[in-house]
C-alpha cells in the first residue's frame, strides 16, 4: 500500500485498516448476497482506497472458464447493491465508489490455492 510522503503512521494504519473492512465486508457480499452466476467462483484479491476515501478499486480473479467481459458486465450491473451492502456493513464517513480492477485468471477448482 503506498502512502503520501509525511503521512503519520496512525492514518496509515488505520486506512489499512480500513482497506481490510472493506475487502472482508465485499467478499462477505459476493459470497452471500450476490445471485448473479457470472459472480459465480470470482475472487476479490485486493482494496486500494484512494487518501480521501471516495474511491476503492476492488481487484478481481476470474476463473479460467469464464468470460471477463461477462463478470465486467455483472460487476457493472451490480456495483449500486454491492455499494449500498457495504455502506450497511462497515461504518464509514463515506461510502467509497466501487471500481473494478481484472487481476487474473484463476484455476476453478481451487487447486494450488493456500
Known amino acids: 500500500m503506498k502512502h503520501v510522503k509525511g503521512d503519520p ?6 486506512h ?8 472482508e465486508e465485499l467478499r462477505s457480499i459476493l459470497r452471500d448476497d450476490i445471485t448473479d452466476p457470472e459472480l459465480d467462483g470470482v475472487r476479490l484479491t485486493a482494496i486500494v482506497l484512494s487518501p480521501d476515501g471516495k474511491l476503492a478499486r476492488v481487484h478481481y480473479a476470474v476463473p479460467r472458464a469464464r ?3 461477462a463478470v465486467e458486465r455483472a460487476f457493472t450491473r451490480a456495483t449500486g447493491f454491492l455499494r449500498g451492502r ?3 456493513g462497515v461504518e464509514l464517513k463515506r461510502t467509497p465508489d466501487l471500481r473494478f480492477v481484472y487481476e487474473a485468471e484463476i484455476d476453478p477448482s481451487g487447486a494450488g490455492e493456500g
Open 16 to 23: 489499512q485498516r480500513v482497506e481490510t473492512s472493506i475487502l
Open 9 to 14: 503512521p496512525a492514518a496509515a494504519h488505520r
Open 67 to 69: 468470460p471477463r467481459t
Open 86 to 88: 457495504l455502506a450497511e
